[in-house]
């Protein structure tokens, strides 16, 4: 099941696509495009952000995460949110902190 936005999350979500949007004929900007997303803790930020791509049209996604609970937090929301396909998670930690 789909969860639907919050009118809080559907604005977080235009804001950030709109960030992401090149206006047509434009090329990528030498610095590349990027955007952070802040919001209070518990309004389903990785949600907003994994729908993000659906709505620019993006096959690939690079998502960059702390640690391995946000990690497993974000592909849950992601799921949650009707994204599929593999992740692939690449991580610096070793030994306990893994």
């Known amino acids: 099941m789909v969860s639907e936005l919050l009118p809080?999350?559907?604005e977080a979500l235009h804001t950030a696509v709109h960030a992401l949007e090149l206006p047509v004929h434009q090329a990528?900007?030498?610095h590349r495009l990027r955007t952070q997303m802040i919001?209070?803790?518990g309004f389903k930020k990785s949600l907003v952000a994994?729908?993000?791509p659906e709505k620019l049209l993006a096959g690939r996604v690079l998502m960059l995460v702390p640690s391995p609970d946000l990690?497993?937090?974000t592909d849950g929301a992601w799921r949650?949110?009707?994204r599929r396909g593999p992740m692939?998670?690449?991580s610096s930690l070793r030994?306990?902190?893994a």
């Open 95 to 97: 030994g306990r902190e």
């Open 50 to 52: 994994g729908r993000s």
């Open 88 to 90: 692939r998670p690449v």
């Open 71 to 73: 990690l497993a937090q």
């Open 8 to 10: 809080h999350q559907r």
């Open 39 to 41: 919001m209070a803790d």
């Open 28 to 30: 990528v900007p030498e």
């Open 80 to 82: 949650e949110g009707a």
